[in-house]
């Protein structure tokens, strides 16, 4: 095996047979190629006008027929659709593909706004658990509290609660930026992956158990941290990136970032089954 | 997967069977096996209201083993002579089905020996036993057993209910929620989760003279708190104890004559979302139980972890 301290990042990952594996069937990895963008074809994708813009009351709908109702109106091209009494259902707003103003006039149940990749949505009112899981691009805005597992899993996009959320915020976070205004649960950011977390007030225990990489910033007190969890130095770069995503998400905007806490894998859990016996108590 | 509601009217009272109701219905995707309701009505607060079985559901689902009327009117008679016996006098008489009857009862002495002596008759069990506290359950969502026991119409300060799917124990009457705080009048208990030290716990309980009726983890919730009032612990502290002394996932509710309370554990598993103002105070499992009450926009929050909350009415 090759000196993994001093070997090229690429190198190393080969050499830890992280680039090994043959894959085959459907877990095949397919890349985009520009020169065949044309031959693309991103299924359930619709050319919207912002401007185009409309309203829905889906307070007598099933949450199967309000989410069919947006995607006829997305066909028809319109970017601007405002969703009025969602009254707690589930599952609205999820698996949009496309960029669109979403607008909801009150509170969602679970599962609001999963799967999606693009839209701009803002929710006045609160949301259950899981929302926007799986998101892969865009923004959510949350004007008041959200439930458990915030975030669960999200690749990219801008997550935004400006009131408290509850536990398990950012469970296998992948990529993308969640920012909480208020308080989070215990378990934040368990077994996230990559990306970063913001919240401004306190957080309750087990602060980023068993995180494998990414970011955590807190602004209040923290309950505990969780296995493989540890402060961080807080830089300068990190206060700017702070104070110009907050400024983005307009939520504390004259936050004092500086006293903020950085929280980041240990990375002692990593490739955790080579390691001693002794060496694995230690990693817990 | 359950769901439990419950709902609190802080200075008045209100049709509280209906509005639980629509609670419970809203949540029936969370399990329809059976619907539990624990009513806290209006009293003279002089007579004990004791709703009981002398049978078992054996509709659609149902484990129990199909019985004879005529057995059940055995049971009866032989509940109404321990009754005698005991020094308790019959007021008022309902038989609401065939297995399931409801007593106004005059009296004032000691509830444990009183409900070991009725449910020493085979097949019977004390469902409820209270002032205000009336617990009704059985097989089917919730409207269908509102239907079946005329519960719309009930008026009450607060109530807890339970939409059950089995998962733990049997389809059956006596492993439906809400649990009576045996022995203490007015006590229920409704449970979402899985407790993991059960057996451990129910073993030691048992040790100190407590009843469990079912083999339904729930019900451990409330011999536990009720083993710890009895030691002189209020409300808020046994339920305080749960928190380390119950073992699993679990968000419960639990109410007494003047109170509703509810504990959730400290790795916050199980869903709960609360509605909170001066006069009423609503929760459930989903916000979509809370909006069957209120359907205008409201400020909803889901309690942390650890989090144990009591109110009166």
Redesign the interface.
Known sequence: MANLKTSEKKTKAQSMGLHSEVLTGKTQQKFFNPDEAENFYYFGTYDVDFNKRTEIDVKNMECREANKKIDELMKDGYGTIVIKNP????SLGVGILNKLNLIFE??L??FGCGSMDGPIVRIN??V??SCAENMMAGKVVIE?????CFGAAIRGGDLICK??????TGIDQKGGTIIIGG?A???TGFMMQRGRIIILGDV??NLGDSMYDGTIFVGGKIGSFGSDAVEAELTDSDQDWLKRKLKVAEIGENFDVSKMTKVVAGKKLWNYDALEPTEKKGAI | MCGIAGLIHRGNTSKVGFELQGMLQALKHRGEDSTGYALYGKTNGQNFIMRFKVGENVGEGSNSVMEDVSVYDERKKIVDGYLSDLGAKIIKEERILPYSLRYEIEYDKDLMEFSQKIESVPGVEILSMGKSLEVIKDLGNAEAVCKRYNLDKLVGTHAIGHARMATESGVDIKSAHPFWGYPFSDVSVVHNGQLTNYWNNRRVLENKGMRFMSECDSELIAVYLAEKMRNGATLEEGMKETLTGLDGVFTYFVATKDSLGMAKDTMAAKPLVLYESDDLVAMGSEEIAIRSVLPQEIETYDPFDGEVKVWQI
């Open positions: 009254q707690g259902k589930h009150g509170s149940g679970y009112g609160r259950g658990w008041k509290n959200a439930g458990s009131g408290s959320v509850g536990a398990r308080d649960g215990a378990f309750g225990i």
